[in-house]
Each structure stands twice: as C-alpha cells, then as structure tokens.
C-alpha cells in the first residue's frame, strides 16, 4: 500500500480512506458533526459523494472506528489508518468542507493552533526527531478522501521516504518567466483586498478580521 501511494505523487502523499479497524469500535465520546445525513454510501477509495459519503464525517458522528488522539469542538486527530511512518496522524475539521480554500479561516487556524502540541506529542511517542506537514488539495496533488484534513508524518534521520529528497533542485533564477509569475500572483492576492495593495497593514488587518 506504501509503495502505490509514493508512486502517485513521489514526493507527496496520496492518502487511503480509512478502513475498518477489527481491534477496534466506535470512537466513545466522539462530538456530533456539523455534516448532516446518514453514514451510508461511502464504498471504495475516492470519498467525492459529499458529507453524507464522507468517511470522515463518519468517524466524527462515531459511526465508523478510528484511533482517535485529540478531540475538541473544532477539530479531531486520529491515526491515518494506512500509515506512511509509524504515527502518521490527521488533523480533520467536523466541518465538511472539500478543500482547503472551502474550509473557513477560523477553522483552518483552529486546526493549525493544534500542530505544535500534536506533533510534539507524536514524535516523542514514535522517537522521531522530525515530522513532514502536508496537505493533498485537489485530485492532481494526489487529494482521495475530500473533506479537509492535515497530515502529521513522523521522519527518522536516514528514513528515504521521498523519493524526491535526493533530487536536485534547480535555482528559482532558472526558471523563465519568474517575474511575471510573482506579479500575476500578487494581483491575485491583492484582488481579493478592498485595499488592493500587498502591504503590511492589509496582511494586518486579514489577521484581525479573522481573530
């Protein structure tokens, strides 16, 4: 299982659906979801049936097992159940949204606010002395169950899990048109501000808006 998920995407993960754990019930305790409908209809790998298909959205409502680590209102964290590295984790929101873009940015801080003491508590239980954060978003970059999560991967020194580690990089001067690619980016971004201008006291007031 391993291999075929480098293979898709090398140096990133492609993330299996979890399946059903034998050793395992229910989560007990686990807080009801914001996602509505039942927990049928779900079968196969690609989960893109929605909320009611969701088998997160499942795990949240308690109706399929999981290991679950941290619970709180916002988010959950359990063990991804086909595993990349001892202790690879997932960090998913109770709100079903399909992408990182669609999940709100409370939620999305919420869920990074919890990084540090996860991750911490994760390498130290798998002796790890480092972690890979990651985020499939979209089908290309290798997304299958579609409901926002974050993945915390437990490294080892000397591990070679990415293929594309012992590549060589280009210097971003090599790249044409490199120029315009950073501007079309800003517009971008500044296009989406009634200020219109990428300065300090924009990037300022998003952060407050959002507190």
């Known amino acids: 299982m391993a291999q075929r998920r480098l293979a898709v995407l090398a140096s990133h993960l492609t993330q299996t659906g979890p399946g059903p754990l034998s050793a395992l019930g229910p989560p007990p305790g686990v807080s009801t979801s914001r996602c509505s409908g039942g927990g049928g209809g779900g079968g196969g790998e690609t989960e893109r049936g929605g909320e009611k298909g969701c088998v997160f959205c499942r795990i949240i409502r308690g109706e399929s097992p999981a290991f679950k680590l941290y619970e709180d209102d916002v988010c959950i964290c359990i063990l991804d159940s086909s595993p990349l590295s001892v202790g690879h984790s997932l960090i998913i929101p109770k709100l079903h949204a399909p992408s990182l873009e669609s999940t709100p940015p409370p939620v999305v801080a919420a869920m990074c606010s919890k990084i540090p003491i996860l991750s911490s508590c994760i ?6 002395d480092s972690f890979n954060l990651l985020v499939n978003n979209g089908l290309a970059a290798g997304q299958v169950i579609f409901h926002t999560h974050l993945h915390i991967i437990p490294r080892k020194t000397g591990d070679k899990l990415w293929p ?13 048109k490199i120029v315009d690619l950073v501007n079309s980016i800003q517009d971008l971004v500044c296009s989406l501000s009634t200020d219109s201008c990428l300065s300090d006291a924009w990037i300022a007031a998003k952060i407050r808006n959002h507190k």
């Open 164 to 176: 594309s580690e012992s590549l060589r990089r280009q210097p971003i001067e090599a790249y044409p």
């Open 123 to 128: 390498m130290k239980a798998t002796q790890s």
